[in-house]
C-alpha cells in the first residue's frame, strides 16, 4: 500500500510504539525504505526517546544515589549513638563491678576468720614448756 509522507508522519508515533496493525507496520516500512525524510523522523522520535530515558535514569540514579547517602549518614549517625551506649553501658558495669569487688575485698579483710593466735599456743608449737 503506497501512503505518503504526511500520513507516514502521523502513524511514526503508533509504528514506534508498536501499537499499529501489521498493515499499518508493513506500509510505514516499505515508506521508510525510499523515504530518508520519515526515515529520519522515525530515528530522531528513536533518538528523543532514547535520551528522555538515559536523563531519566541519569535523574533516577541521582536521587536513589543521595537517598542511599542521606540513608547511610543517619545510620552511622545511629551506630555512633550505639557505640557510645554500649561503651557507657560497659563502663557502668565495669564501675559496678569493680565496686562490689572493693567492698567484698574490704568485708573479706574484716572477717577473714584468721584470730591472732594466743601467746599460749605459739609457745605449745614452737616447743617450749
Ligand atoms: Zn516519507
Redesign the pocket.
Known sequence: MEI???I??DLIPLYHDEVCSDETKAAVEE??A??????A?LESLSRTEYMEETCYSEARSRELAESYRKLRRRNSRRMALTVALAVIGAALIAFGFIKYYIASHRVGHNNTGFTEPSAGAVTALVGGK
Open positions: 505518503n509522507c504526511g507516514v508522519k515508506h521508510i525510499h523515504c530518508s525524510e520519515c526515515r523522523a
